[in-house]
């Protein structure tokens, strides 16, 4: 639903653009990027203020995806979940990060049952991630460090630090090998009722379907074909049609059907 | 030019005069709040209000409609509070959304008109379709408000 230009995109394209303003703040590009919000890893950027956002590869189509993948992230992470996003990814940055975030397919009640394992490892290596930041800022071992709600504590003196305190320095831990994940047990998210992220968009009207996504100078096409099956196109006034407001152009499609262009899908179609 | 009012504001569109109001809020407004299902007045899902009444925008020349106050679900409220959409949020009832607009447009229109409607009344005046099957959840969310 949100293809606009997400912050990384953004970054990256204003330092090509703006190349000598950036270069002015002397700041190596990975800095920058982690000054403006820290990516522990691809499903999981932690900002100054606690909020977890988490991404989402799959569409919400009401079956819950939305809330119910990032459930998987937060569980793990021990994330408060009253501080997670969950945001689609970019299908632009997909393609450019070499598809970082795997199958985006949404198809056949897969999303959850096939989404699992590799969200709940996303959570758990970036928690340890910050456990290790934390450690590291207070010069312990990461075994006395418990992440809990979206706080490191240092179990033996009580200090704490809440994520979006370590999540800068978080981002440039190693990614632990192998991570171990809860048993079902202690889970404290997954499993428990939650309402669904989506729905308070959802009754303003907000949300962006297809229909509704408008590039720069689109135009629309609607298609006529024959109501018989196998019919063939014998002949259509293109010069009648391409009087009509709004219309750009009227193509034949192979020998079946025919598409008129227009500026709005109502042109279009009216033709 | 046509003079349209629309959610309280005054819009000026170039527009050919039988055009159905719901493309000239969609492709002239960019308020692609209010959906194209069918375009011949079954679904519902293009249902905005006329001077308070529930109306299908697809089959409603913009000419008829430059005296009237037209609402869309931009304008049932600027943040969500209206008590159809609070209800809405409660009972969680869109799955998909896309024709959720319009059936809270529908319903909205029906609680001013009968303020304790039965499911008859739900029945007789909420024809819009969804595909996901959110009946029952309009049923209760309708009545949690009749309630209030």
Same mark, same amino acid.
């Given at each position: 639903?949100?293809?606009?230009?997400?912050?990384?995109?953004?970054? %990256?394209?204003?330092?090509?653009?703006? !190349?000598? +303003?950036?270069?002015?703040?002397?700041?190596?590009?990975?800095?920058?990027?982690?000054?403006?919000?820290?990516?522990?890893?691809?499903?999981?950027? $932690?900002?100054?203020?606690?909020?977890?956002?988490?991404?989402?590869?799959?569409?919400?189509?009401? %079956?819950?995806?939305?809330?119910?993948?990032?459930?998987?992230?937060?569980?793990?992470?021990?994330?408060?979940?009253?501080?997670?996003?969950?945001?689609?990814?970019?299908?632009? #940055?997909?393609?450019?990060?070499?598809?970082?975030?795997? !199958?985006?397919?949404?198809?056949?009640? =897969?999303?959850?049952?096939?989404?699992?394992?590799?969200?709940?490892?996303?959570?758990?290596?970036?928690?340890?991630?910050?456990?290790?930041?934390?450690?590291?800022?207070?010069?312990?071992?990461?075994?006395?460090?418990?992440?809990?709600?979206?706080?490191?504590?240092?179990?033996?003196?009580?200090?704490?630090? @809440?994520?979006?305190?370590?999540?800068?320095?978080?981002? =440039?831990?190693?990614?632990?090998?192998?991570?171990?994940?809860?048993?079902?047990?202690?889970?404290?998210?997954? !499993?428990?009722?939650?309402?669904?992220?989506?729905?308070?968009?959802?009754?303003?009207?907000?949300?962006?379907?297809?229909?509704?996504?408008?590039?720069?100078?689109?135009?629309?096409?609607? $298609? #006529?074909?024959?109501?018989?099956?196998?019919?063939?196109?014998? @002949? +259509?006034?293109?010069?009648?049609?391409?009087?009509?407001?709004?219309?750009?152009?009227?193509?034949?499609?192979?020998?079946?059907?025919?598409?008129?262009?227009?500026?709005?899908?109502?042109?279009?179609? =009216?033709? | 030019?046509?003079?349209?009012?629309?959610?309280?504001?005054?819009?000026?569109? #170039?527009?050919?005069?039988?055009?159905?109001?719901?493309?000239?809020?969609?492709?002239? *407004?960019?308020?692609?709040?209010?959906?194209?299902?069918? !375009?011949?007045?079954?679904?519902?899902?293009?249902?905005?209000?006329?001077?308070?009444?529930?109306?299908?925008?697809?089959?409603?020349?913009?000419?008829?409609?430059?005296?009237?106050?037209?609402?869309?679900?931009?304008?049932?409220?600027?943040?969500?509070?209206?008590?159809?959409?609070?209800?809405?949020?409660?009972?969680?009832?869109? %799955?998909?959304?896309?024709?959720?607009?319009?059936?809270?447009?529908?319903?909205?229109? *029906?609680?001013?008109?009968?303020?304790?409607?039965?499911?008859?009344? $739900?029945?007789?005046?909420?024809?819009?379709?969804?595909?996901?099957?959110?009946?029952?959840?309009?049923?209760?969310?309708?009545?949690?408000?009749?309630?209030?």
């Amino acid at each position: 639903m949100n293809f606009a230009l997400n912050r990384r995109l953004f970054l %990256q394209a204003s330092t090509v653009a703006g !190349g000598g +303003f950036m270069l002015g703040f002397a700041l190596p590009g990975n800095e920058a990027e982690a000054a403006a919000a820290p990516e522990v890893n691809a499903w999981i950027v $932690i900002q100054p203020d606690d909020t977890v956002i988490v991404r989402v590869a799959h569409s919400e189509m009401g %079956q819950g995806a939305f809330t119910a993948l990032p459930m998987m992230v937060a569980e793990e992470l021990n994330a408060d979940w009253a501080k997670v996003k969950p945001e689609f990814i970019n299908p632009t #940055e997909h393609v450019q990060r070499n598809r970082v975030w795997g !199958g985006t397919a949404t198809v056949g009640s =897969r999303a959850v049952r096939t989404s699992h394992e590799y969200l709940r490892k996303a959570g758990a290596s970036a928690r340890e991630m910050l456990i290790a930041a934390a450690a590291q800022q207070w010069k312990v071992p990461a075994s006395e460090v418990r992440a809990e709600k979206s706080v490191l504590t240092h179990t033996p003196t009580g200090r704490t630090l @809440s994520y979006g305190k370590v999540a800068s320095a978080a981002s =440039r831990m190693p990614a632990p090998k192998d991570v171990a994940l809860k048993p079902h047990t202690e889970w404290t998210i997954l !499993g428990t009722p939650k309402s669904r992220v989506e729905i308070p968009d959802k009754v303003m009207g907000k949300p962006v379907f297809a229909i509704d996504v408008r590039l720069p100078d689109m135009l629309f096409a609607a $298609i #006529e074909h024959s109501p018989a099956f196998g019919g063939k196109l014998k @002949s +259509f006034d293109e010069k009648a049609v391409a009087k009509m407001p709004g219309v750009r152009a009227v193509v034949a499609l192979a020998d079946s059907a025919v598409a008129v262009v227009a500026d709005s899908y109502f042109e279009a179609s =009216r033709a | 030019m046509i003079t349209l009012t629309i959610n309280e504001q005054k819009h000026e569109v #170039e527009v050919d005069p039988s055009t159905p109001l719901l493309w000239v809020l969609r492709d002239k *407004l960019a308020m692609t709040g209010t959906k194209f299902g069918c !375009g011949i007045a079954q679904c519902g899902a293009c249902t905005v209000h006329i001077n308070g009444m529930a109306a299908r925008a697809c089959v409603t020349p913009v000419s008829m409609v430059t005296d009237a106050k037209i609402t869309t679900i931009e304008g049932l409220s600027t943040d969500g509070s209206h008590p159809v959409q609070a209800a809405w949020v409660a009972h969680e009832v869109p %799955q998909c959304g896309y024709c959720q607009p319009g059936m809270m447009m529908a319903a909205a229109a *029906l609680l001013t008109q009968k303020p304790n409607p039965t499911d008859a009344d $739900i029945d007789a005046a909420i024809t819009n379709i969804c595909r996901c099957g959110t009946y029952p959840r309009v049923r209760a969310a309708i009545h949690s408000i009749a309630k209030t």
